[in-house]
């Protein structure tokens, strides 16, 4: 992350290496935040959020204003395509009418009121 963020914002080195160390920083933190707050995904979306916020204050903080500016808007474009993958994976896993889906694909099975298939109709 650090590479690409070095490069799509000439990074010099100074500013490389404090990026660095705060996003291993935010790293180590998020890892012990998953431990702490497993299975409880509001607490883990709530203080991932105000990670987020406080890495954005730090950040403003280490990049001019052009260079903030451009990482705000490449996260962006980032967080739409990560959006778009995951809505796309959920319209192929394990909803009627998928490939694994018998009843779509003729293939005979126990049926337990799948909704899909010849025994129910």
């Known amino acids: 992350m650090v590479e690409q963020i070095k490069t799509e914002l000439k990074l010099d080195e100074k500013q490389e290496k404090q990026v660095k160390e705060l996003f291993t920083e935010n790293f180590k933190k998020r890892g012990e935040l998953m431990k702490k707050y497993q299975g409880q995904r509001d607490s883990v979306m709530f ?27 490449n996260l ?8 778009k993958r995951r809505k796309e994976g959920m ?3 394990g909803q009627r009418g998928g490939q694994d889906n018998p009843a779509v694909n003729g293939k005979k099975h126990d049926c337990k009121g799948c909704g899909g298939c010849e025994e129910n109709n």
């Open 47 to 73: 203080y991932n959020k105000k990670m987020e916020d406080q890495q954005n204050l730090s950040l403003k903080k280490i990049l001019t204003e052009e260079q903030y500016k451009i990482y705000q808007t």
């Open 76 to 83: 962006e474009k980032r967080r739409q395509e990560m959006e």
């Open 91 to 93: 319209n192929h896993r």
